[in-house]
């Protein structure tokens, strides 16, 4: 099982390396569980880049349903990661639920079809970013009820806007659209606009006003972040690269077209400082 947990980490540390440096600041004992969840996540989010079409991609999600079903046994002893997943998931007594709604949020990427409303957009971001940090929470209260659900929520929100907005040109030049459409529309604009530069003012608006949406879950997660009792703070070190993207996106040289980059040794220590002092999590 060791070995399973290793390739965990190796994979984490290639594919998602802001997480992976997250796990340092938590407990030894809770480190490799949280390598296995971060994993797993790693493998549903990037399904639409390995699959390459929707039908594949359906198929590799459905069978981690299948597996958090407690179907496949005999494959999942030959998948490092499914393994790993599972003895966490029952160290920890980790509900699949939030597992399951990882899964559902990532079968829209698999698809071009535009998020129609901001609602659609936070229903999304629930699953695919809160869900993650409510279980890490979970990990790191050794199994507990980590007691932070509205905090993960407004935590995850922001995380999943601001890195969704990040992905702005990522996802124009795939045809893909996050930006709601009735926000589009509240500002002029509609899905020409996101094709292709150069960004015109009513895009710019919209994408604006989904900054200020990140900025609100931002603070509302700030005011609630005396609730949470410091072993749960590494769960919530991600968010901490979040206000910095968006104050990125919010200089006069921000074109939505070219992607926003925070340097990668910048971007470790934002992870460290956060650590340090959990208020400029969200800071």
């Known amino acids: ?22 796990t340092l600041f938590a407990p030894a004992e809770h480190r490799d569980a949280l390598v296995a969840l971060y994993a797993f996540n790693v493998e549903v989010a990037r399904v639409r880049e390995v699959a390459r079409e ?3 991609g359906e198929i590799r ?7 958090l079903g407690g179907m496949g046994r005999g494959e999942v002893a030959a998948h490092p990661v499914a393994a790993a997943l599972l003895a966490s998931m029952a160290r920890y007594r980790l509900p699949p639920e939030p597992f399951k709604a990882l899964i559902e949020a990532r079968r829209f990427d698999l698809y071009d079809e535009p998020m129609a409303t901001l609602a659609d957009l936070e229903a ?6 809160a869900s993650l940090i409510a279980l890490a929470a979970q990990i ?21 806007l601001a890195g969704l907005l990040a992905a702005f040109p990522i996802h124009a030049a795939r045809g893909q659209l996050f930006i709601p459409l009735e926000m589009l529309a509240r500002h002029g604009a509609d899905r020409l606009d996101v094709k292709g530069g150069p960004a015109t003012p009513q895009l710019r608006a919209a994408l604006a006003e989904l900054r200020l949406r990140a900025r609100h879950h931002l603070d509302v997660a700030q005011q609630l972040l005396a609730t949470a009792a410091p072993a749960v703070v590494p769960a919530l070190l991600p968010v901490a690269l979040a206000g910095s993207t968006l104050e990125r996106m919010e200089r006069r040289s921000y074109d939505p077209f070219v992607p926003v980059a925070i340097a990668p040794w910048r971007r470790q220590w934002l992870i460290w400082r956060a650590a340090r002092r959990p208020r400029r999590i969200f800071g």
């Open 1 to 22: 099982m060791q070995d399973a947990f290793a390739h965990c980490e190796a994979l984490l540390r290639a594919a998602d390396r802001d997480r992976f440096l997250t």
């Open 54 to 56: 929707a039908l594949a």
């Open 61 to 67: 999600l459905q069978w981690w349903s299948d597996v």
């Open 124 to 129: 999304y971001a629930d699953g695919a970013s």
């Open 140 to 160: 790191l209260a050794a199994g507990g009820e980590p007691g932070i659900g509205a905090l993960s929520h407004h935590a995850g929100l922001a995380h999943a």
